[in-house]
């Protein structure tokens, strides 16, 4: 994919359903009982992982493609069937690690693999407490990674009160779905508030979650009802457009349907944060997330610290914050991070080189990365590192380059964005 420099940017346009919020519909759908009803899912292919991981397990899943529509005919907690072979997540961690929590409370035995990057991801952050909850889950490989064996138990897991080292959403709602199963109440604790799409859907549909500061308690053997579920757009994907339409000159981009779980909208402050012209209208709420329109202008930026709590609820976004922090005035220091570098990629060093690349003056850190602003950067090849956030961050620092951008495997924005690149040439202007 070859991103020329742009001139302007102008127009409307909604962007697909929530990655996180779809992938939890068909799960949480599948262990409901009776139908529920998705819209606005991401046909992205982490989420078509999911159903057909789903399907696999004998629930009946229908997806009506052409208007986002997933139907999805739940069998209740103890409705999943042994699957006939191994269960394949493709790239997904979510996929991967959220199963993995259900799987550990089901009777049947099961074995999990996916790609060569979900290979090399770290799964030892949910065997850990899984086997503490005494989940029989093993990595295959002996390191901590998949494929994932999970023999099947004829006897309730042991609620536990988890301590994460890290704030992931991942690790918590595995070990929250396991809590599903187990013999009195879990909880986890976390060092700062992940996302928390998995509390408020899962208390949507029956179960009974306890929110105390950092904590998140989830009573056992509820009983879960489908619903209607209506997914708001990706904040993660609104991001790319966010960034261009502050940085491409003379722009106004309407970015409509977006989800602003507070959980979720740090990419929001650390504009702000930065000086951007941005702004919500019609705020309003879905039967259980917040979305907004997202008007941004072109602004001049400046330089910011991003860290600490802020991390988690901008950790996808992180990459095109350091685009945006290229284009800023002054100094921009991301730390707290380090949970970037077991991402789709290393997405630490894979921004400081491709940046590198492109005359950025930017440099690694343990935790993040420094970028002294202001240089511009120049078009060359960049690697996507089969990473689709990495390709969409590039694609926008290709509209805001001298010269051309080319961007190499640029295809693997079908994993969040299917039509990102068509998306992104509707609005460029001249
Ligand atoms: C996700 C949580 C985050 C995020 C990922 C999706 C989720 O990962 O990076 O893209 O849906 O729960 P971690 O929980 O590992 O931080």
Partial sequence: MVIKNAKQLKGELEVPGDKSISHRAVMFGSLSEGITEITHFLQGADCLST???????????????????????GKGLRGLKRPSGVLDVGNSGTTMRLMSGILSG??????????????????DRVIAPLSQMEADIKSLTGDGRAPLKIRGKETSLKGILYESPVASAQIKS??????????????????????NHTELMLKRLGAEIIINNT????????????DKIEV???????????????LVPNSELVIKNV???????GIIKVCEQMGADISLDNIRNTDTEAIADIIVRSTSL??????????PTLIDEIPVIAVMACFAKGTTIIKDAA???????????????????????????????????????????????????????????????????EILGAECVNISYPNFYADLNGLIQG
């Fill in 174 to 195: 595995a070990i929250l779905l396991a809590g599903l199963y187990a013999d009195r109440p879990t909880s986890v604790t976390e060092p700062y508030v992940s996302r």
């Fill in 339 to 405: 949970e970037l570098k077991v991402k789709e990629s290393n997405r630490i060093d894979v921004m400081v080189q491709n940046l590198t690349l492109m005359g950025a003056n930017v440099t690694a850190t343990e935790d993040g990365m420094i970028i002294e602003g202001g240089n511009g950067l120049k078009g060359t090849s960049i690697e996507s590192k089969a990473d689709h956030r990495i390709a969409m961050s590039f694609a926008i620092a290709g509209l805001l380059s001298e010269g051309d951008t």
């Fill in 259 to 265: 989800g602003i779980n507070p959980t979720r909208d």
């Fill in 232 to 246: 708001p757009g990706d904040i993660s994907s609104a991001a790319y457009f966010i960034a261009a339409g502050l």
């Fill in 106 to 123: 089901q009777s049947f035995d099961s074995v999990m693999t996916g790609d060569e990057s979900i290979q090399r991801r770290p799964m």
């Fill in 215 to 226: 904590t998140a308690s989830i009573l056992p053997e509820p009983k879960l009802k489908g």
């Fill in 51 to 73: 159903i057909s991981c789903f399907s696999d397990m004998g629930i009946e899943i229908v997806n009506q493609t052409a208007s986002n529509k997933v139907i999805v005919r």
């Fill in 302 to 311: 400046k330089g910011t610290i991003v860290g600490g709590e802020l991390i």
